[in-house]
């Protein structure tokens, strides 16, 4: 049985009042765009060149990032803080290294404790090194009854919840083919509710989600999940998919990116958004970073 109850009280309200200035915002766009409230980060296996951490920084930098996203756990955290202080290059936050083979869902209980220990870590070396969100796939529907799965992957999490309000670190939910919280094969309109109640369901504001825009984009408009998803949203993944064209560049397949600003500006969206598309070079990620320019009107 889920362990799902209605939210408490006060983070009812909390909610509300972030609604309701989410409203506000709206009301201000044109300025929002001027203060341009999408800051621009990408995943460090992009960087694909040659050279020591610092080396790899700069050239993300000199693209024209702000920010970056590292795997943990496993990080050389004096090496980071050292690439950091050389390039003034943050990290914004991490990706949980581990999350796919070694799953909160998994039926077997000595895996499900070797998943919260790594998330466990992942939220400390993130601390570490200067970053607010670990990125989380909490979990793989084909572990179980969805029942299970739901319960399984709520129940190992929250354990970690304790942990990431201490430390100021959100575990940030990614929304991602893995057969949880939607139908992998079902229709092209599908409702975000079952992310919302996963979500809320830990009654914290250090659960959130990183919502990846074209990760959606198969299962319909990743705007309307937006709105829906409003505050819980605390960082963006950034990439596009088409029907025809499968994984694209940013702006080349379906994903309606003037829909997508206008979501985003309706519930007060401020805050990173990552880059996950294919690597290469400073040439390359300056490319990247131009079409991320042009799909968030930061030009």
Same mark, same amino acid.
């Given at each position: ?30 300025? +929002? ?86 998330? +466990? ?26 029942? #299970? ?21 959100? !575990?940030?939910?990614?929304? %991602? ?19 919302? #109640? ?14 990846? !825009? ?51 500006? #309706? ?20 490319? %990247?970073?131009? +079409? ?8």
């Amino acid at each position: 049985m889920r362990v799902f109850r209605s939210r408490s009280p006060l983070l009812r309200r909390l909610f509300l009042s972030i609604s309701a200035f989410a409203v506000a915002v709206a009301a201000i766009a044109p300025l +929002q765009a001027e203060m341009r409230p999408v800051h621009k980060s990408l995943k460090m296996n992009m960087v694909r060149i040659e050279g020591s951490l610092t080396d790899k920084f700069r050239v993300a930098r000199d693209a024209g990032f702000k920010g970056i996203e590292l795997d943990s756990p496993g990080l050389n955290v004096e090496e980071v803080k050292q690439a950091i202080a050389e390039t003034g290059l943050p990290v914004d936050g991490t990706i949980c290294r581990t999350h796919w083979q070694i799953r909160h869902t998994d039926p077997d209980p000595e895996v499900r404790a070797q998943a919260l220990a790594d998330l +466990q870590n992942a939220l400390r070396e993130t601390h570490a090194i200067g970053g607010n969100t670990v990125l989380l796939v909490p979990g793989h529907g084909r572990d179980g009854t969805s029942e #299970e799965v739901w319960d399984r992957a709520f129940k190992n999490i929250n354990q970690a919840v304790p942990l990431a309000a201490e430390l100021g670190v959100v !575990i940030a939910i990614e929304n %991602v083919w893995n057969h949880f919280l939607y139908e992998h094969d079902g229709p092209a309109d599908q409702s975000a509710d079952e992310f919302v #109640e996963f979500v809320d369901a830990f009654r914290s504001p250090w659960v959130g989600m990183q919502f990846d !825009i074209g990760n959606h984009q198969k299962y319909g408009d990743p705007a309307e999940w937006i709105r829906t998803l409003g505050p819980r949203i605390v960082k963006l993944d950034v990439k596009d998919w088409g029907r025809e064209s499968g994984w694209s560049p940013i702006g080349q397949g379906d994903v309606d990116w003037g829909n997508v600003r206008e979501a985003l500006a #309706e519930i007060g969206f401020t805050g990173w958004a990552a880059a996950e598309v294919a690597g290469g070079d400073g040439d390359h990620l300056k490319m %990247v970073s131009e +079409q991320m320019d042009e799909a968030f009107g930061l030009r």
